[in-house]
């Protein structure tokens, strides 16, 4: 009887631990900004690593809530780094190499993404390759047809003056990227927690014959979710050519590992078990000031990887193992 009765208490107990489990991330992250200002105090608590971080780390947390559509609806998308690089090449090269305004040149790229992210979505949804294959080969096309584009130079000459000013400018002392992350951010958060779309994909990566019996169409809103993600590569993209001021072909893949780690480390954050925006934005910026502090302290360029690599494996695990508390 005793057994019996504790277990309801024992279920309360564990429920209310993984609800605060939620505030660790964001809690950590503070911790890791005040330890790193007190050891460098000159070279990291300045305002200048604040803007640095913001401005470049915008590009990698957009990248990641990219990713987090086809993530909620069970599948991968392996193709979004490449895809940015796309983008990037493209709002660079367009202009550069053919001639083409500004803003149309913008326009072709994030819509080229959208419709690479709609044949993964036909490819998982209707031809049912499985997601990790058919975007890994996406993937691969897509980094040969950026090499055989730019024949592997980097693009730096006859780029619109327009564009570095998208992202290496500053508005109220608040890099131009960080605006672009917030209204992103916000859409997504907006979209996937207070409307329709957001809990029929979340159904859907629950148990999606469940979701089929409910009478949800499961492959478009698969499908959907695979141009979402394309979209908003191409505009991080765009962001990352803005940061960088040339198109270069080697700057998309990179961005694949520490994208997945934010995604994963953020459905430790804020809505346990769950990927969700507000944890993978806190991620990508827990990361960024671990790798910034740690560099900054002296220690070697491939920390960044190291580091990356470990978030992914405590992630993956920390919510597996949550998940498995929470049953």
């Not at 998308?77 to 550069?96: H, Q, R, Y």
């Amino acid at each position: 009887m005793k057994s019996t009765a504790a277990a309801p208490v024992q279920k309360r107990a564990t429920l209310t631990l993984i609800k605060y489990a939620g505030l660790f991330l964001p809690l950590f992250m503070v911790a890791l900004i005040v330890l790193f200002s007190i050891l460098a105090p000159d070279t990291f608590a300045t305002s200048t690593t604040a803007v640095t971080l913001l401005r470049t780390e915008s590009v990698s947390a957009i990248l990641a809530i990219a990713l987090l559509f086809p993530l909620i609806v069970g599948e991968f998308d392996l193709s979004v780094g490449a895809n940015l690089g796309l983008s990037a090449i493209l709002v660079t090269g367009l202009p550069s190499l053919q001639g083409l305004e500004f803003l149309p040149s913008i326009m072709i790229a994030v819509t080229t993404c959208g419709l690479i992210g709609l044949v993964n979505g036909i490819l998982v949804a209707k031809v049912r390759i499985n997601a990790l294959v058919a975007t890994l080969g996406t993937g691969v096309i897509i980094t040969g047809s950026v090499f055989w584009y730019t024949d592997g130079n980097v693009i730096f000459s006859g780029i619109p003056e327009a564009l570095p000013m998208l992202a290496q400018t500053d508005f109220l002392g608040i890099p131009t990227p960080a605006y672009f992350l917030i209204g992103v951010g916000f859409a997504s958060w907006y979209a996937l927690q207070h409307t329709p779309l957001g809990r029929y994909l979340y159904a859907i990566g629950g148990s999606k014959d469940a979701a089929r019996l409910s009478g949800l169409n499961v492959d478009n809103l698969t499908i959907l979710a695979f141009v979402l993600a394309g979209v908003l590569a191409g505009v991080a993209g765009v962001l990352q050519a803005a940061l960088l001021g040339s198109g270069n072909p080697n700057v998309g893949p990179p961005f694949l590992l520490p994208a997945f780690a934010a995604a994963f480390l953020g459905a430790t954050a804020i809505y346990i078990g769950r990927f969700n925006v507000l944890g993978t934005i806190f991620a990508v910026f827990t990361v960024a000031i671990g790798i910034n502090g740690l560099q900054l302290l002296g220690l070697p360029f491939y920390v960044a990887p190291i580091f990356q690599g470990v978030a992914l494996i405590v992630a993956v695990t920390a919510v597996r193992l949550l998940r498995q508390q929470a049953i």
